[in-house]
């Protein structure tokens, strides 16, 4: 979503800044050249500072005719020290003759003698040459030398008010985007959790909202990764405690057959209940083949609208043969009706086997195992009592069966409910009425 328009984009403001810096530069400049000026005027002009100035480069001029022993004629050397200094002019004058010029450096007052030509603005004074005595006429231009000065100092401090007010304009953007370069750090560190910054309404503005964006997509993907692997191992963990269950029961068979392999008719009865605990095998290693393959489906199959007997009778009364061949007493109280509930026949016998192998490992057998029937208004329910063994031998139960069995009720649209007493524990199954 773009939360900026032009006004408010990044050129704009910085266009805006710019010129707000140019006026407080030229301010700046305007008023540092006139308080330079303003001194200038009071201590630069004044009749002392000039006289001054005047006497020290007089003394200067002396010094330099007694070093180089320079005579009233002598135009080179008088122009180099001109040029030395900078800021002053001369005139020589000998006898009413001017003798050499400043101005006029490369004029040769010699072949073409002048009369003195005098300055109005400026004074002479009597100074000794190699060759005789002369008048010199000096001028400096003081005011000039520090006019310049004045000049790069406004310039300097106009420049460095710029600077200042851009850089103070954009401290708030530079601020957010080092704001922002950190927190990408944290990002590239795999730390999704921190939230990036989203401020303002400029460019930066959609950049850090589609950075957080794509954060919050990440950690998402990351977690719904997550939950899909701890998808996988539940259901391969439930669905191999499943796959164990009817090999118990196809032990017992197999022993039982052992035993009692005699009588044809019990022969026949254990070889059915075999051929049902082998299907079912093969049914969950579909199950679990299919969902391998689409990774995420649901096991449950297809609910049907059956009465309570037709769905989960054969499945009871097997799990009620099954303990009273380990030497459990059941005891059922299954008055059945003719009411329609929501219910998967292959779940509804996944459930019941895990707890028969929960009974089969926990329940003491000394003590019934009690089925019966609850009724309410929109739910029936089967509890299954039992008292827990005494000593288990130390084994602790995984709680993998009962997960699992939990979980296939929910898909159902029913419930499992667990309840553990002083020494007992009893189950029970709802089932949604239709």
């Known amino acids: 979503?773009?939360?900026?328009?032009?006004?408010?984009?990044?050129?704009?403001?910085?266009?805006?800044?710019?010129?707000?810096?140019?006026?407080?530069?030229?301010?700046?400049?305007?008023?540092?050249?006139?308080?330079?000026?303003?001194?200038?005027?009071?201590?630069?002009?004044?009749?002392?500072?000039?006289?001054?100035?005047?006497?020290?480069y007089l003394d200067s001029l002396r010094d330099y005719i007694e070093e180089e022993s320079v005579t009233a004629w002598d135009a080179d050397k008088l122009t180099q020290w001109v040029y030395q200094q900078n800021v002053v002019s001369i005139q020589v004058v000998r006898d009413g003759m001017v003798t050499y010029d400043s101005f006029y450096p490369e004029a040769d007052f010699n072949a073409y003698p002048s009369m003195g030509q005098y300055?109005?603005?400026?004074?002479?004074?009597?100074?000794?040459?190699?060759?005789?005595?002369?008048?010199?006429?000096?001028?400096?231009?003081?005011?000039?030398?520090?006019?310049?000065?004045?000049?790069?100092?406004?310039?300097?401090?106009?420049?460095?008010?710029?600077?200042?007010?851009?850089?103070?304009?954009?401290?708030?953007?530079?601020?957010?985007i080092r704001q922002l370069s950190q927190e990408i750090g944290v990002l590239e560190g795999g730390t999704l959790d921190v939230p990036i910054t989203v401020r303002g309404q400029?460019?930066?503005?959609?950049?850090?909202?589609?950075?957080?964006?794509m954060r919050s997509s990440f950690l998402e993907q990351t977690r719904r990764e997550r939950q899909l692997v701890q998808a996988?191992?539940?259901?391969?963990?439930?669905?191999?405690?499943?796959?164990?269950?009817?090999?118990?029961?196809?032990?017992?068979?197999?022993?039982?057959?052992?035993?009692?392999?005699?009588?044809?008719?019990?022969?026949?009865?254990?070889?059915?209940?075999?051929?049902?605990?082998?299907?079912?095998?093969?049914?969950?290693?579909?199950?679990?083949?299919?969902?391998?393959?689409?990774?995420?489906?649901?096991?449950?199959?297809?609910?049907?609208?059956?009465?309570?007997?037709?769905?989960?009778?054969?499945?009871?009364?097997?799990?009620?043969?099954?303990?009273?061949?380990?030497?459990?007493?059941?005891?059922?109280?299954?008055?059945?009706?003719d009411r329609q509930v929501a219910v998967d026949c292959e779940g509804a016998a996944r459930v019941l086997d895990n707890l028969s192998s929960n009974l089969l490992k926990y329940a003491d057998p000394h003590v019934p195992v009690t089925i019966s029937l609850l009724e309410g208004e929109d739910r029936v329910g089967i509890r299954i009592t039992n008292a827990l063994r005494p000593s288990v031998d130390g084994a602790e139960s995984s709680g993998v069966g009962l997960a699992s069995a939990s979980r296939v009720m929910e898909q159902m649209g029913g419930r499992l409910d667990r309840e553990e007493t002083d020494g007992g524990f009893q189950v029970t199954l709802f089932f949604r009425c239709v």
Not at 300 to 306: C, D
């Open 1 to 56: 979503m773009k939360l900026w328009n032009r006004r408010s984009s990044i050129r704009a403001r910085l266009g805006r800044l710019l010129v707000l810096a140019a006026a407080v530069a030229g301010l700046c400049y305007l008023g540092l050249d006139m308080v330079g000026r303003s001194l200038m005027d009071r201590y630069l002009t004044g009749e002392e500072f000039v006289q001054r100035q005047d006497q020290r």
């Open 119 to 176: 300055y109005e603005w400026g004074d002479y004074h009597d100074m000794t040459f190699a060759d005789g005595p002369a008048t010199v006429w000096l001028y400096g231009y003081y005011y000039y030398q520090y006019d310049v000065r004045l000049l790069v100092i406004s310039l300097a401090g106009a420049f460095l008010v710029f600077l200042g007010v851009v850089m103070a304009g954009l401290r708030g953007t530079i601020n957010y």
């Open 232 to 337: 996988n191992q539940r259901m391969i963990t439930e669905m191999s405690h499943d796959l164990r269950t009817p090999l118990t029961a196809i032990l017992l068979y197999v022993e039982l057959l052992r035993r009692n392999g005699g009588e044809a008719e019990k022969r026949e009865e254990y070889l059915d209940r075999l051929e049902g605990k082998v299907e079912q095998m093969r049914t969950l290693a579909d199950h679990l083949f299919r969902y391998a393959l689409s990774s995420g489906e649901t096991l449950a199959g297809h609910t049907e609208a059956l009465t309570l007997e037709a769905g989960v009778g054969d499945a009871l009364s097997e799990l009620a043969a099954c303990l009273t061949q380990r030497g459990f007493q059941v005891e059922a109280d299954l008055p059945w009706d």
């Open 202 to 213: 400029d460019e930066l503005t959609d950049l850090a909202q589609g950075l957080d964006a």
